[in-house]
């Protein structure tokens, strides 16, 4: 089963705007990880955010987590076409990562 | 180092055949993990193994899958027989957990499996 839900499930933005994605989870948690995947690709890992600590930054991307609302956010600021992809968060708990129902970002040029 | 292999990319076989899809994990790291994803559930997971011992299998679907790790290069998923239900993309993910503590996932290009 599902850890968790995101919103929204599909985005559709123009090149140079901001993404923003927003994941609930269900259980206390060790970290939460946020993945990219392209169409027919595998899972790409872009950065995993411990419970305690509230923001984190990794080039473009921004994430938040509020452990008090079980709920994190993802920020892709300046997006790009190659932005295009679907995108997870996943929740590890002792030893195991569940991942949410994903979000669709597409970037239009 | 060339990541996690996964083969076959593709597997298209009739019901009731035997699939056995094989991952390679990246060297060094000591978990393993099998992943299911579909339309409608969405990414599952199968089983995983710590140091080549399975850990928690709860997710394998039925008793006609089975999963094995005889070293640390090299494990198998397997399904006999074959349904159409278990038509999926099937990922294998490695990981290195340094003092209790995960650095995030790798995962292999996954075995597209039909099942017809």
């Known amino acids: 089963s599902q850890q968790g839900e995101e919103d929204p499930q599909a985005l559709s933005i123009q090149e140079g705007e901001n993404a923003t994605m927003n994941c609930s989870y269900k259980t206390s948690i060790n970290n939460l990880q946020w993945y990219r995947q392209n169409s027919g690709r595998g899972l790409v890992h872009l950065i995993l955010?411990?419970?305690?600590?509230r923001e984190k930054h990794s080039g473009r991307l921004r994430v938040t987590l509020d452990t008090s609302k079980k709920s994190s956010s993802l920020l892709i600021t300046a997006s790009r076409a190659a932005d295009t992809a679907s995108y997870f968060c996943a929740s590890f708990v002792f030893e195991k990562l569940t991942f949410g129902t994903g979000t669709r970002l597409t970037i239009i040029p | 180092d060339a990541g996690v292999i996964q083969s076959p990319r593709h597997e298209v076989t009739e019901m009731g055949q035997e699939v056995t899809l094989r991952c390679k994990p990246i060297s060094g790291h000591d978990y393993l993990f099998w992943y299911r994803q579909t339309m409608m559930r969405g990414l599952e997971l199968l089983i995983y193994?710590?140091?080549?011992?399975?850990?928690?299998d709860s997710g394998m679907p039925e008793d006609r899958f089975s999963a094995k790790m005889p070293n640390a290069s090299f494990s198998t998923l397997k399904i006999q027989p074959s349904e159409p239900r278990d038509s999926a993309v099937y990922f294998c993910?490695?990981?290195?957990?340094?003092?209790?503590?995960?650095?995030?996932?790798?995962f292999g290009s996954g075995t597209r499996l039909t099942v017809v």
């Open positions: 955010i411990r419970s305690n600590e």
């Open positions: 993910a490695s990981s290195f957990v340094g003092q209790g503590v995960n650095y995030g996932y790798t």
């Open positions: 193994f710590n140091n080549n011992v399975p850990i928690d």
